[in-house]
């Protein structure tokens, strides 16, 4: 082997092995991407449902205390805790709609005015 095929294959490995490590720093990256998001996905959902029974549990709860024969009282009190779950999700669902809803009209404002200012310049340069 000549001393141009040594440096070559030298080079070549030490391409490759740049490659396997900015591939294991791209992989790593993309995971903590990924990581962040899940954790973001998962906070807005816990601060949506903080505090709240499934409702497919409450009504497991319900059917079970039913074929048991269990006491009315006790099974009227999950319905009336179901209907205020339910009450105070809708309650918390409204006011994200008012909020989103005012974000758009804002941002629809926003880019009515940017069209405006375009349609003008471009008036004004013919």
Not at 4 to 13: A, K, Y
Request: charged fraction near 25%; hydrophobic fraction near 45%.
């Amino acid at each position: 082997m000549c001393i141009r095929d040594r440096v070559s294959t030298q080079s070549t490995w030490g391409i490759r092995k740049a490659l396997k490590s900015m591939r294991t720093v791209a992989v790593i990256f993309a995971v903590l991407i990924a990581t962040g998001f899940a954790a973001k996905f998962q906070s807005a959902l816990s601060s949506i449902s903080a505090g709240n029974k499934v409702p497919m549990n409450i009504l497991s709860e319900i059917a079970s205390r039913i074929a048991a024969d269990g006491p009315l009282d006790d099974i009227f009190d999950l319905f009336n805790s179901l209907e205020s779950q339910i009450r105070n999700e809708q309650v918390q669902h409204d006011e994200l709609y008012a909020k989103q809803q005012v974000e758009c009209s804002g941002e629809r404002s926003f880019r009515e005015k940017e069209i405006a200012d375009a349609t003008n310049a471009i008036n004004l340069a013919t």
